[in-house]
């Protein structure tokens, strides 16, 4: 869910890298500081830092499944 929220901006041509659009809390998440995140959480959830930014700068193939419904 985090790594839908934070390219999300992208994803709708908003902007054209996620980590330029302000409102992401990536960075928040980075500087392991954020009033709204729990970010020793967050870390958990991807295993570690490394991880985290790893999925996050990766290939994104949503374009690819535009069109497919699931129920």
Known sequence: MRYYLHHNA??????DDFKAYKWTSYHEILNGDSR???VDS???HF???????EL????????KFQ????E
């Open 10 to 15: 992208r994803k709708h041509k908003i902007i």
């Open 36 to 38: 709204f995140v729990n």
């Open 42 to 44: 967050e870390i958990d």
């Open 47 to 53: 295993g570690n830092l490394d991880t985290f930014i």
């Open 56 to 63: 996050h700068e990766g290939i994104h193939y949503e374009d």
């Open 67 to 70: 069109g497919i419904i699931i």
